[in-house]
């Protein structure tokens, strides 16, 4: 059985990171310790996704977890409908065109028929 090199590819590694650092004029910073800390917070990007809860009114009651489900679901069902109905009128505004151009086709045909009897 062969035995994995991974130290001359670690050396290697070293050698490249080394010769990018020397490239970029970076050789008189030293790199952190790993026990250094980081001195300012980065943000994450579940920080930037969540929005502030809105306070809850004190005259409003606590929803039980089966009403929040059931508003969740009339939200979601609302929401879904609006998005059918907008893909709809993008489709039929992509068919009208052919539509009217087939019956323009067709009522051309008929009068033609009509005219010649």
Same mark, same amino acid.
Do not use: Y
């Given at each position: 059985?062969?035995?994995?090199?991974?130290?001359?590819?670690?050396?290697?590694?070293?050698?490249?990171?080394?010769?990018?650092?020397? %490239? %970029?004029?970076?050789?008189?910073?030293?790199?952190?310790?790993?026990?250094?800390?980081?001195? =300012?917070?980065?943000?994450?990007?579940?920080?930037?996704?969540?929005?502030?809860? &809105?306070?809850?009114?004190?005259?409003?009651?606590?929803?039980?977890?089966? &009403?929040?489900?059931? =508003?969740? @679901? $009339?939200? $979601?069902?609302?929401?879904?409908?609006?998005?059918?109905?907008?893909?709809?009128?993008?489709?039929?505004?992509?068919?009208?065109?052919?539509?009217?151009?087939?019956?323009?086709?067709? $009522?051309?045909?008929? @009068?033609?028929?009509? @005219?010649?009897?």
């Amino acid at each position: 059985m062969e035995k994995p090199t991974s130290l001359p590819q670690s050396a290697h590694l070293l050698d490249d990171l080394e010769s990018i650092r020397q %490239l %970029l004029g970076d050789e008189s910073l030293e790199p952190p310790l790993l026990t250094d800390t980081v001195e =300012e917070q980065i943000p994450l990007l579940l920080d930037e996704a969540e929005p502030e809860p &809105a306070p809850v009114a004190a005259s409003e009651p606590a929803l039980d977890p089966q &009403a929040k489900r059931q =508003e969740t @679901l $009339l939200h $979601l069902d609302a929401e879904l409908r609006a998005a059918a109905q907008l893909i709809m009128q993008d489709v039929i505004n992509d068919f009208t065109p052919h539509i009217e151009n087939e019956i323009k086709r067709r $009522l051309d045909a008929r @009068l033609e028929r009509l @005219l010649n009897q």
